[in-house]
Nanobody, 124 residues
Framework: QVQLVESGGGSVQAGGSLRLSCAIPGYNSNCLGWFRQAPGENRKGVATIYTPAGRTVYGDSVKGRATIFHDNAKKTVYLQMNNLQPGDTAMYYC???????????????????WGQGSQVTVSS
């Protein structure tokens, strides 16, 4: 069983920044993503990266404020979030899978393994 280990969540004021990290030990993945889920809502895609090509996709709500990137040597994927707003408050989950390029896209069913979740709370 692959266990993704997240870190970096927390509480910030509006306009602040956070960087989430997700270690992916012992698993050869090439399709990585971040999702978030607020209370009472479905899990929504934030960003994905297809690592062989460095191809990234972002959800509309975070475009221009989020960056997903990957350190292959550390087997870690990151999500840098800037100009955070109260609407960004949610539990954030990293996800990993091994897919062809065309099958790496922003849907929960694409991914095989998930992190435990990191709470991000943004106050106004």
């Amino acid at each position: 069983q692959v266990q993704l280990v997240e870190s970096g969540g927390g509480s910030v004021q509006a306009g602040g920044s956070l960087r989430l990290s997700c270690a992916i030990p012992g698993y050869n993945s090439n399709c990585l993503g971040w999702f978030r889920q607020a209370p009472g809502e479905n899990r929504k895609g934030v960003a994905t990266i297809y690592t062989p090509a460095g191809r990234t996709v972002y959800g509309d709500s975070v475009k221009g404020r989020a960056t997903i990137f990957h350190d292959n040597a550390k087997k870690t994927v990151y999500l840098q979030m800037n100009n955070l707003q109260p609407g960004d408050t949610a539990m954030y989950y990293c996800a990993a899978g091994f897919r062809s390029s065309s099958l790496c896209y922003m849907a929960p069913g694409v991914f095989d393994y998930w992190g435990q979740g990191s709470q991000v709370t943004v106050s106004s």
